[in-house]
């Protein structure tokens, strides 16, 4: 008897020692599934069936290279089966509607997108297929609402619901749920903009709704009109820019209107194309002046070689005469090439008028030049101050200091 005890203690102990050996290998291969999911999913759901993460990402690599429906025989059974030990990952239920989807079970697919957005509202699949239901069926405030939910959790899918604004625009509570929108400062408001800026079939919808929004809570900000404005300009579409331009000029702005905007060089700057613009270089410093004393701006030469456009505005002069005309002063000047303000035809380059600055030392002094812009082929115009050096060559170093102020245009009795 004690021998046949002795027996099934062994055998208790051999089982105990093989459960505990399967339990070993078994966590052993989930923990090697694990580490696997992110780079080779399919093997990492082959050592452990029951890996979600892995279903998911194989189901999602298998959905974005298969496009005919056989392809996709047996994933639906997959997706299905891991349903009961995942009742609340709403990525299966996604998923399972996307395969249901493509296989032309479109209503059955729907219910599954349901069920995914109520456990969580931005699961991008089933999110992407309401939007584009709510679309087709004109249900435009619920696109509007879906695509802020998207974009707010997935801002880089952008390009992927861009093509619904133009159709969500169109229609009337569409183009209402987008202005709400823009006027809650969704963070894709910019995004938006600028998408609608860039072609030439939408930039007037970027500017009605920068024109509406004007009077929000949520006005439009100097990068977001300069965005859509740089468009106009890049469209040629002058007349259409500067008239958008003079419209969302603040109080402050409106007073220093005229041909050339802002000719006092008031510290202000909007960065829009109808305002001046200046690149960064490193021969110069230019500092528009403070009212006080000495007002106007200063530009300090730094003994090196400066080329090119120093300062810019597109400006939008009619047909006519006129007089350019800059109030000056200089210390100890000197341009190894010229230094002028220049006015040019924004279409064709064509030059219509220059003024040359001196060199050396003096007080402030008038530099006029008259100058005539047709009636054809000049809707707008460029207003540049310039170097005529065109290479970084050190023999040609620009020094001194100098004040410009009262730049304005004048027109000329015919």
């Known amino acids: 008897m004690a021998q046949i005890g002795g027996s099934a203690a062994s055998i208790r102990r051999f089982l105990t020692l093989f459960v505990a050996f399967g339990f070993i290998v078994m966590a052993l291969l989930i923990g090697l599934s694990r580490s696997l999911e992110r780079i080779e999913p399919s093997l990492a759901l082959t050592l452990d069936p029951l890996n979600v993460e892995a279903l ?65 509202k931005a699961e991008i699949h089933a999110l992407q297929r309401k939007i584009v239901r709510s679309i087709e069926e004109a249900d435009v405030a619920s696109a509007v609402g879906g ?3 998207l974009l707010r959790r997935w801002p880089e899918k952008f390009d992927d619901v861009a093509g619904a604004f133009p159709a969500i625009l169109a229609d009337p509570d569409g183009y209402a749920s987008i202005r709400a ?54 469209q040629k579409r002058y ?20 041909y050339v905007f802002n000719g006092s060089f008031a510290p202000i700057f909007s960065r829009r194309p109808f305002d001046w613009s200046f690149p960064r270089q490193s021969g110069f410093e230019l ?11 200063k530009l300090r030469f730094f003994d090196k070689p400066v080329k090119g456009v120093l300062l810019q505005q597109y400006l939008q002069v009619p047909p006519g005469r006129y007089r350019l005309r800059v109030n000056v ?12 303000w220049s006015l040019q035809c924004a279409h064709s380059r064509e030059e219509l008028g220059r003024l040359e600055i001196p060199e050396g030392s003096f007080a402030t002094q008038p530099l006029e030049s008259s100058f005539a812009v047709g009636q054809a082929d000049c809707p707008a115009q460029i207003l540049r101050l310039s170097s005529g050096l065109t290479t970084d060559s050190w023999l040609y170093r620009f020094s001194g200091e100098l004040t410009m102020s009262d730049l304005r245009i004048e027109k000329l009795a015919e």
């Open 239 to 258: 007349e259409t820019a500067y008239r958008v331009f003079l419209f969302t000029l603040s109080e402050q702005e409106r007073s220093s209107a005229g």
């Open 181 to 234: 929108a823009l006027v809650a400062n969704v963070p894709w408001r910019l995004s938006l903009l600028r998408s609608l800026g860039r072609d030439p079939a939408t930039t007037d919808e970027a500017s009605r709704l920068l024109l509406d929004l004007r009077s929000s809570a949520a006005p439009p900000t100097p990068d977001e009109l300069a965005l859509v404005l740089a468009s106009y300009v890049q």
């Open 287 to 297: 500092t528009f002046l403070p009212p006080g004393r000495e007002t106007g701006a």
């Open 56 to 120: 998911v990402l194989t189901a999602t690599e298998q959905l974005n290279r298969s496009e005919q429906p056989s392809e996709l025989r047996g994933l639906d059974d997959r997706l299905r089966s891991a349903l009961p030990f995942n009742v609340g990952d709403a990525r299966l239920y996604s998923l399972v509607g996307e395969v249901l989807y493509r296989t032309g079970q479109t209503e059955e697919a729907y219910r599954y997108f349901d069920h995914a957005l109520q456990l969580s």
């Open 147 to 149: 695509i802020n939910v």
């Open 329 to 340: 002063s200089g210390r100890a000047l000197h341009f190894p090439k010229d230094l002028f």
